[in-house]
């Protein structure tokens, strides 16, 4: 009588697991295939954002090829041209929240912030200092997108 | 639940990873880089920088900036390497007292593992930053040809840093892991890898889970970088050529250049030629002057077929000292983001007559690695199976193909997509196509085919007894579920009566491997044909719809439209029906504009007799809204147009 509960009991059992086992694969592969559907999400939405970018970019490009071929044309006023397409770039990327990382000359160094391309002899710079900017630095939402690029003054030797 | 990191500290670069959620992931750093300098530096303020930092101070401050270490590390200072690397170092190095290398930085001198521990202190606080734990073990890698002394360094450099080091293994082995080579049994294996600066080939035998080297080789002084300068020497000459100008000079020219030439380098792999655009590179006196050269790709496979030619050559010699042929190796891995390059894997691919290990991203694949051995260990710590084998417990399968069902004009279309993870289910709601439809006949396909009978049919039923009703009202909800075991069962049930059948297909997803391949063959090779028709069918179906719609409209409106509104939309329709079965998408296309415009003057009509009606009748405001939305329910084509 004993023995035949038990079987009883281990045949419920059995199908308690074999339930339990069901349910976790379940539960792990529709996590697993939430995460490939993520995955894609994540592709478009990083497309998208893309998106946004490249639309205020192209008037910058469209005004560009405008001034070639005003420059290609006639004697124009070229250079108010590219100075306003310069500021029409910026207001584009300040749109997307870029912001511009520009030292000023004796500023002191800061590897967060700069990357030091080389060394010059100047007067007025104490050695170590920032001498002279070569190209400007940009950040976005708290990084460095690239460093600002700098000439440090050297001490004299 | 103690989580140990694996560490590929590398000669130019390091990366770092750890097993999560039973998957290998790197760790990004503090600046968000999936890879770290391995540079340190002591700044001119007396501040130790790390990494990024470190390397753009570099120029500044070469004297107390420290480059290559791992190549110093665990050597004798007479050593050739050592000799050799010292031409290039731009700090000081010296001979210290137990022979070794001791390196200057300010005032004092450093011993190699002691710089090394700056790049893995700074890896280990980023790795607790970012997991918000801390993180006690690691398992670091190092190059088959190390010797012991070498690794020991190694060892403390990590202890230094903090770490426990529970392991030093090495690189190639941890690429073998990344693979799950491991788990093959009496396999040859040869890791071929291209890294910033150096060249390794190792030649690995795997049996019963356990990696041993058999025979190491290579060039420490050969590797991407070289790729880059050989770009950088022709912009530069060409330039000379060109313009006269010699950018070498200028500082910030040479760094742009050697931007340029590692980005034209990188697109290369993916494009066959690409632009090197440098406006404004320098100025002369008639003003500012730029740089404009295309380089294609046969272009840098020349410049670079030596270094090509010969790592291959140094594979051979490597293969020949383990006493074996390339016929005889199973697995070829590509470590090292110089491996990208199309010329590189093919030359491979043409020493060893078959395709290489390199879907793991060759920059990250030994870091990788070493978190696997991470987690091996620590699973076995704890007494439990390492998560990537509960998940081989679970043995969670993907559907190679994927199901579905034929729809209207015998689309083929897909409940669950291939590569779906299961078990898994999905519902869709279908409709009848014709008025009165009392039955539906659902026909499972699977594969990737547009049209149903291009696919592999599955099996087919009938579900019957749906009450009559215009076509497109009644709700079939048709149900796809495949089991753990790739059992797919189908139901389809008529919500208004609830009546419902199914059917079980066993061995969905068991189909043989070869037969899978063929079909996703098949599937690519149809795609733009398969794409046209079933463009041509969806267009048959929206002129099928219209045809249904626009014949009801029309006996339902009968005399209250004008003839000539009748006529023309009965020749529209006779029109459509004649060209709807034809093969010219453009025409169905054409047939179909000119009949929904001509269906949308009976709606139109309609709806103007009825403002003039309650006008008439001078009814409030109100109810007028009212009755404007009504013939819109009534005329539901005016809403599909």
């Known amino acids: 009588m004993k023995k035949k509960d038990e079987l009883e009991k281990s045949i419920e059992l059995e199908r308690e697991r074999d339930e339990y086992l069901a349910g976790w694969k379940r539960a792990r592969a529709d996590f697993e295939n939430y995460k490939k559907e993520e995955n894609s999400r994540r592709r478009e939405l990083s497309l998208r954002s893309r998106e946004e970018v490249l639309i205020r970019l ?96 050297s001490g004299k030797e | 639940m103690a989580k140990i990191l694996g560490i590929d500290l590398g000669t130019t670069f390091s990366a770092m990873a750890i097993v999560r959620g039973g998957e290998p992931g790197i760790i990004e750093n503090k600046e968000g880089s999936r890879t770290t300098p391995s540079v340190g530096a002591l700044a001119k303020n007396g ?64 011993k190699p593992a002691e710089i090394s521990a700056m790049v893995l202190r700074k890896l280990k606080a980023d790795a607790e930053d970012k997991l918000g734990e801390k993180i006690e073990e690691a398992i670091i890698t190092v190059p088959a040809y190390f010797d012991d002394s070498q690794r020991k360094e190694t060892k403390v450099a990590g202890e230094i840093a903090g770490f426990k080091v529970r392991r030093v293994i090495n690189e190639p082995t941890a690429a073998a892991l990344a693979y799950g080579l491991n788990k093959k049994k009496d396999e040859k294996i040869v890791v071929y890898d291209f890294g910033g600066g150096t060249f390794d080939v190792s030649v690995l035998d795997v049996g019963d889970n356990v990696i041993e080297v058999k025979a190491t080789g290579g060039d420490t002084h050969m590797g991407g970088e070289d790729f880059d300068q050989k770009i950088m020497d022709w912009l530069a000459e060409q330039y000379h050529k060109d313009e006269g100008i010699d950018l070498a000079k200028d500082p910030l020219a040479t760094q742009r250049l050697k931007e340029a030439a590692e980005r034209a380098k990188i697109e290369l792999s993916s494009s066959m030629e690409t632009e090197i655009n440098l406006p404004f590179i320098t100025s002369d006196a008639s003003g500012p002057k730029h740089l404009l050269y295309k380089l294609t790709r046969a272009q840098l496979e020349n410049m670079v077929e030596d270094h090509i030619g010969r790592s291959i050559e140094l594979v051979k010699q490597t293969l020949k000292e383990a006493k074996l042929e390339a016929k005889d190796i199973d697995e070829i891995v590509l470590v090292g983001g110089q491996t990208r390059m199309p010329k590189i894997q093919q030359a491979v691919k043409e020493l060893f007559g078959k395709e290489a290990n390199k879907s793991i991203n060759p920059d990250e694949v030994v870091a990788i690695g070493a978190a696997i051995q991470g987690e091996i260990l620590s699973a076995k710590d704890e007494g439990r199976k390492p998560e990537g084998d509960v998940k081989d417990i679970l043995l969670l399968d993907v559907t190679p193909l994927s199901v579905g069902i034929e729809t209207l004009g015998s689309v083929s279309t897909i409940l669950i997509s291939k590569n779906t993870t299961i078990p898994t289910s999905k519902s869709q709601v279908f409709s009848t196509a014709a008025d009165n439809q009392t039955s539906v006949d659902v026909h499972v396909v699977q594969g990737e085919r547009a049209m149903a009978q291009d696919n592999k049919s599955l099996g087919r039923f009938i579900l019957d ?91 339902e409106a009968g005399e209250k439209v004008p003839e000539e509104i009748q006529k023309e939309v009965r020749e529209k329709i006779e029109a459509l029906k004649k060209v709807k079965d034809g093969d010219t998408i453009e025409d ?39 009755e404007k939305e009504e013939p819109k329910k009534e005329n539901p084509e005016e809403e599909k147009s």
């Open chain 2, 588 to 626: 169905v296309k054409r047939a179909v504009e000119e009949l929904s415009q001509a269906s949308q003057k009976i709606g139109a009509y309609l709806y103007k007799e009825q403002e003039k009606s309650s006008e008439t009748s001078g009814e409030s405001q109100e109810a007028q809204v009212r």
């Open chain 2, 47 to 110: 501040e130790i920088l790390v990494g990024v930092q470190a390397r753009r101070q570099q120029v500044t401050n070469a004297k107390n900036t420290i480059s290559v270490a791992k190549r110093l590390i665990g050597r004798r200072f007479s050593d050739q390497e050592v000799q050799k690397t010292k031409r290039f170092l731009s700090y000081e190095i010296r001979e210290a007292q137990d022979h070794g290398v001791e390196i200057q930085m300010g005032d004092k001198w450093y």
């Open chain 1, 58 to 153: 192209l008037p910058v490009l469209d005004s560009l090829e405008r001034a070639l071929q005003s420059a290609r044309n006639s004697r124009g006023d070229i250079l108010k041209g590219l100075s306003q397409i310069q500021s029409q770039l910026k207001e584009a990327l300040s749109a997307c929240g870029i912001q511009e990382i520009v030292p000023a000359d004796g500023e002191e160094f800061d590897p967060s912030l700069h990357e030091a391309i080389g060394e010059i002899k100047v007067s007025g710079v104490p050695p170590g200092m920032i001498a002279q900017v070569a190209e400007k630095g940009y950040m976005f939402s708290g990084n460095v997108l690239r460093p600002a690029r700098v000439l440090i003054a």
């Open chain 2, 465 to 555: 007894g749906i009450p009559p009703a215009p076509r497109g009202i009644p709700q079939v909800e048709v149900i796809f579920d495949i089991d753990a075991n790739g059992i797919l069962s189908v139901t389809a049930k008529d919500r208004a009566s609830g009546k419902s059948q199914s059917i079980r297909i066993e061995g969905s997803t068991g189909i043989s491997k070869e037969e899978v391949e063929k079909l996703k063959r098949e599937a690519e090779e149809h795609a733009e044909e398969d794409h046209k028709r079933q463009e041509l069918v969806e267009t048959r179906n929206v002129a099928d719809s219209l045809l249904h719609m626009s014949e009801k409209s029309l006996k």
